[in-house]
């Protein structure tokens, strides 16, 4: 399993570590799964895969919601297939909680019907997010507690769980888990000097606009897309999409995606730090996720780790 933060290497790192071992690279990216706006959610092209398989990218359209159970229930029925092929996964991905629930499982929570989700959204967005933060203090303290101020996706969900099954969702995490592998996979973590992660998003952003993320954006616009579309949570998407639809300027857009991209890089940084306990750690730039020389060492590693021919 290869992670780390946004605009880190992952994605290249993986397809050279798949070269080397005989693997197929599996998504765990919670917006690469998405059919639209490929380039603002930096899902590897076909000259970026490299002629190596690539699992669980681009299966759903935009207006899909994907939980971490269904990408769980996918990775349950492709993982087999990959090892009875003989090759090996090289699963990759910054999405911490499909990362978790890959190792350990996810807890029991019933299906919530979507009526009920659709009204804990409306409320947020009819009520406020004060408003809404007061009710979940009330149904579900501990999850309050634990949700930074304004995040509406969690608090949205802690709602609609709560509302529907009349037990709070931290209750239903602290129930055996169920679904996780049997063994932990080895686990490779880039982990990057924060300066050097932060100008990277910064440049990579601006690469974005130049390969054609604003006309990815304007024309699915036009196609029906909605700003609450769950796509639309990829980073810098709502604020290209307010420029566009000239409720921001251009330059303030811009820059508050850049802005987004580095805060949202921080807090991964801060989950994998605390959370992923990694047997192989790189710390670019004195480790480039990108040289021949550290791939190849890495290769080797994993090879030797899971017993396995080094075919590099």
Same mark, same amino acid.
């Not at 895969?49 to 769980?72: E, I, K």
């Not at 952003?205 to 604003?214: C, I, K, P, T, V």
């Not at 995606?257 to 959370?275: C, D, G, I, P, V």
């Not at 047997?279 to 020389?293: F, H, K, M, T």
């Given at each position: ?84 092929? +003989?090759?090996? #996964? ?5 999405? *911490? !909680?499909?990362? /978790? =629930? $890959? @190792?350990?499982? &996810? ?116 196609? +029906?897309?909605? #700003? ?5 949570? *990829? !980073?810098?998407? /709502? =604020? $290209? @999409?307010?420029? &566009? ?68």
């Amino acid at each position: 399993m290869l992670a780390g933060p946004t605009a880190s290497g992952k994605s290249a790192l993986a397809v050279a570590l798949a070269r080397a071992l005989g693997g197929e690279v599996v998504n765990a990216d919670s917006m690469q799964v998405y059919r639209d706006l490929s380039i603002l959610t930096a899902r590897p092209s076909e000259r970026e895969m490299g002629g190596v398989p690539h699992h669980l990218y681009g299966v759903l359209a935009g207006n899909q919601t994907c939980a971490a159970g269904m990408w769980l229930s996918w990775m349950h029925r492709l993982l087999p297939e990959i090892w009875g092929r +003989g090759a090996l #996964p090289v699963v990759v991905g910054g999405t *911490g !909680l499909y990362l /978790r =629930a $890959l @190792i350990g499982g &996810l807890a029991p929570v019933p299906e919530v019907p979507a009526a009920a989700r659709a009204a804990a959204a409306a409320d947020y967005d009819r009520l406020g997010a004060a408003a809404c933060a007061a009710e979940l203090a009330a149904l579900d303290p501990v999850s309050a507690a634990g949700i930074p101020p304004g995040n509406r996706q969690r608090t949205i969900r802690a709602l609609e769980v709560a509302r529907a099954t009349g037990k709070p969702l931290s209750e239903w995490q602290r129930l055996p888990h169920l679904g996780g592998l049997r063994q932990a996979p080895l686990t490779v973590l880039i982990e990057p000097e924060r300066a050097w992660l932060y100008d990277r998003c910064d440049r990579r952003f601006l690469a974005m606009l130049e390969a054609g993320a604003w006309e990815q954006v304007r024309a699915a616009l036009a196609a +029906g897309l909605s #700003p609450d579309d769950p796509v639309c949570r *990829g !980073l810098g998407t /709502r =604020a $290209l @999409i307010a420029a &566009l639809t000239g409720d921001e300027d251009t330059a303030v857009a811009v820059a508050r995606a850049q802005r987004e991209t580095r805060n949202y890089a921080k807090r991964q940084l801060t989950w994998f730090r605390h959370q992923l306990a990694a047997d192989v750690v790189l710390r670019p730039p004195g480790d480039d996720a990108e040289s021949p020389r550290l791939l190849a060492d890495i290769a080797a590693k994993a090879a030797a780790c899971l017993g396995l021919p080094h075919k590099s």
